[in-house]
């Protein structure tokens, strides 16, 4: 989990600072999901599922949806 977080803290970072620009879904998607993975056990595994334009992050001991991204042309 600490892999993920640290991955999109530095993301929404680089959005927030307009480094990147990425679709408004997309930032708020990454605010939902580094608040959800920063109230879990870092150490705990995630498992990622994409299913054509989604990707969810669900917390592997539990089956809770942590995040999820829907991907567009424009995102």
Do not use: N, W
């Not at 600490?2 to 480094?19: C, D, I, N, T």
């Not at 998607?29 to 705990?44: F, G, I, K, V, W």
């Amino acid at each position: 989990m600490q892999h993920f977080l640290k991955l999109y803290q530095m993301r929404l970072s680089m959005a927030e600072r307009g480094v990147t620009s990425p679709h408004p879904d997309i930032v708020t998607a990454m605010r939902q999901l580094t608040t959800s993975l920063s109230a879990q056990d870092p150490d705990a595994k995630v498992r990622l599922e994409i299913h054509g334009s989604r990707t969810r992050f669900i917390a592997t001991a539990t089956g809770e949806l942590l995040g999820e991204f829907h991907h567009t042309d424009d995102a």
